[in-house]
């Protein structure tokens, strides 16, 4: 099994170029947390109902294999995508020829509660964007990582990723490498492009030292950025901007979208600048434009509120 495994991680990587995060999540769906908290892994219900064999799994097996995981109170979402996880293995092992039947053609993942995206105020982005210290070279780094997530919507692991050969400052365009190795072409405003400019001539070049790195965002000792360093600062500086509410990188990504579409942006230009393969992922977003739209008619109108009970 273990083989088998291997193979198939080999293959995702290989052949469906995926991304280190959607391969990490398939191992943690699949075999498991090994470093902390309670067996979830699909792998590790299997030892449990001594399932010795791949084949051996049924649509009763994944049934219990849902419950199981409700009774742990794993979340709808994670057990989707857990779900999800299984069925490309076995789509994998059918394609190979391991197994003759998918036991989870007809298993449905549980219905989601559709969630509006959660996003910042011009007022609240204002503030984060100002909260780094720019006259640090580590605070130059993080003040242009802000910009650029804001400015062209970018993934954490679009931005951890960059390379020098990708961005063009004086076309304010930037060639971004996003998921399932697909390109685009992203645009950023002179703010954010005054910031990249005011890190790569002040404060790269003293943060790399003698060392080399096509990486554009990179750390004191003068390696790449990883995505959990991206993640921790944005909630640090969201906390010294006074933002009461959790800010990762993907928060940033939905303010871009429902900032743009505030503007007027039309949802297909949207759609391409965030990279997105189907127009219903992004059509999410006019639903928070609409909702944002009513508050501040209800706030501005003088009788949008005539007749509401106070």
Do not use: C
Not at 243 to 267: C, E, N, Q, W, Y
């Amino acid at each position: 099994m273990q083989t088998i495994v291997d193979k198939y991680f080999a293959y995702l990587q290989a052949g469906r170029n995926a991304a280190p995060n959607t391969l990490r999540t398939y191992k943690t769906a699949l075999l498991g947390n090994v470093v902390r908290g309670k067996e979830k892994g699909f792998f590790q219900f299997l030892f449990m109902q001594k399932i010795a064999a791949l084949g051996d799994v049924n649509k009763q097996t994944l049934r219990d294999y849902m419950s199981w995981l409700m009774q742990l109170g794993v979340a709808k979402a994670s057990i989707a995508n857990k779900l999800s996880a299984v069925r490309s293995f076995y789509r994998y092992l059918q394609r190979e020829e391991i197994i003759t039947e998918n036991p989870l053609e007809k298993i449905t993942s549980p219905k989601l509660d559709r969630r509006l995206p959660k996003f910042l105020t011009t007022d609240e982005i204002t503030r984060l964007l100002n909260a780094p210290d720019k006259s640090k070279p580590v605070g130059k780094r993080d003040s242009a990582i802000l910009e650029l997530l804001y400015a062209a919507g970018l993934r954490v692991s679009e931005i951890t990723s960059l390379n020098l050969s990708q961005i063009d400052i004086k076309a304010r365009e930037i060639r971004v490498i996003g998921k399932g190795q697909k390109e685009r072409v992203v645009l950023m405003g002179q703010p954010a492009a005054n910031a990249m400019t005011h890190y790569l001539q002040y404060g790269r070049n003293k943060m790399q030292g003698s060392k080399k790195t096509e990486a554009v965002f990179i750390t004191s000792f003068g390696k790449r950025i990883i995505d959990r360093r991206v993640q921790k600062l944005i909630n640090t500086y969201a906390k010294k901007a006074g933002i009461s509410k959790r800010v990762h990188p993907h928060v940033l990504r939905h303010t871009f979208a429902t900032h743009m579409l505030d503007g007027g942006a039309d949802l297909r230009v949207v759609q391409e600048l965030l990279g997105h393969s189907s127009l219903e992922t992004t059509q999410i977003y006019t639903h928070v434009s609409k909702s944002q739209a009513k508050k501040v008619y209800l706030a501005a109108h003088p009788f949008a509120r005539q007749g509401e009970e106070k």
